[in-house]
């Protein structure tokens, strides 16, 4: 692979950046040459990830934007946030390529992101820099650009179910109502009480309930969408599975739209984005069906004695939540086919 683009991968030894590590392994174009931890810095990567055995024999290499750059044309920043803040300037001015998994990039505001994160922001010249990488929706602007931020788990599967509709006036922004659920890959390998296996077994339970950060996100891309400032209600809830978000949207039909016409609407707008895949009549997807893969599944339910329609949207969230996203962008900033690296059947059962 001499001739491949060489990635290095930030925060290895979290979810995130292990599916990375998973999903390049088959990638045409992509040689991973750096796996880094700042936590775990000089330990064999599979001495925490065992499946890694003999297929990822390096160590794990400390932060060093010098050394990165050495080995590397790309950089993936899969961190907690507020740590790609710190490192992104470095980075770009290393000359290195950055998509940032982890948030800090995302919203223009600066003002919004410390109200929502608790954290420091970016600088406002890297936030204008960055691109938002919902690469159905703005992949063309992600050509040839040096710092991408790669949408939320929530935010994808929420917004890639809701754009057509908001877009085209098939329902009033004004009513939507978004409830999501996520498996516990979502909240990272860390310890808490919230992922214990006892207190998240046969339960379910709702979470951040209208302080999630993954608000401002999905309103910025509605507001924008819509050409007017949209407000949601927005629910998340954790149920005890490994990998999967599904987003339950409500919202009121304008006119006199039909289940066929929103059918229709969608597939046209995707028409040529070969992840998102749009269910018949009577049809509604699960995240079994997209598990382990980079598909968004999205099926409809129009009421007309309320007048309102249901949409329902599926994504693996480490994949097209995150790492295959990721990827997904990579291929569209290097101007290759989107689906390189993640032509792969959806795990099922």
């Known amino acids: 692979m001499s001739t491949a683009v060489k990635a290095a991968i930030i925060g290895s030894t979290g979810y995130g950046g292990v599916e990375l590590i998973r999903l ?37 290499d400390d932060v060093d934007p010098a050394l990165i750059k050495s080995k590397a044309d790309v950089v993936f920043i899969a961190t907690p946030a507020g740590i790609a803040t710190k490192l992104t300037p470095s980075l770009l001015a290393a000359g290195l390529k950055v998509i940032d998994i982890s948030g800090d990039h995302r919203l223009k505001s600066r003002e919004e992101y410390e109200t929502w994160y608790k954290k420091e922001a970016a600088e406002q010249q890297y936030l204008d820099q960055a691109v938002y990488g919902l690469a159905e929706v703005y992949g063309d602007a992600v050509r040839g650009v040096d710092l991408i931020s790669n949408p939320g788990c929530f935010p994808t599967a929420t917004l890639l179910g809701l754009i057509p509709a908001v877009k085209e006036g098939y329902i009033d922004p004004a009513t939507i109502i978004i409830d999501s ?100 009549n009577g049809k509604w997807p699960a995240t079994k069906e997209v598990y382990g893969s980079n598909y968004c599944d999205i099926g409809f339910a129009v009421d007309e004695r309320t007048g309102r329609i249901t949409i329902i949207s599926v994504i693996d969230n480490l994949v097209k939540g995150a790492a295959g996203q990721a990827i997904q962008n990579l291929n569209l900033m290097m101007g290759w086919d989107e689906t390189e690296g993640l032509k792969f059947v959806p795990v099922y059962p």
Not at 43 to 50: L, S
Not at 219 to 225: A, K, N, R, S
């Open 24 to 60: 390049l392994a088959s990638h045409p174009k992509v040689e991973v040459t750096s796996v880094i931890s700042s936590s775990s810095a000089g330990a064999p990567i599979a001495e925490g990830f065992p499946h890694l055995t003999e297929i990822r024999t390096d160590l794990l």
């Open 181 to 280: 659920k996520s498996g516990v890959s979502g909240a990272g390998r860390g310890a808490s009480l919230g992922t214990h296996y006892s207190e998240l077994n046969e339960n379910l339970k709702a979470y951040k309930i209208n302080k999630h950060q993954h608000i401002p996100e999905i309103e910025q891309v509605l507001t924008d969408v819509a050409g007017k400032k949209v407000v949601t209600t927005f629910t998340t809830h954790l149920v005890p599975m490994t990998r999967g978000i599904m987003s339950t949207m409500y919202a009121t039909v304008t006119g006199d739209h039909k289940l066929e016409d929103f059918i229709s609407l969608y597939r046209n707008y995707y028409e040529g984005r070969p992840f998102v895949r749009i269910r018949s």
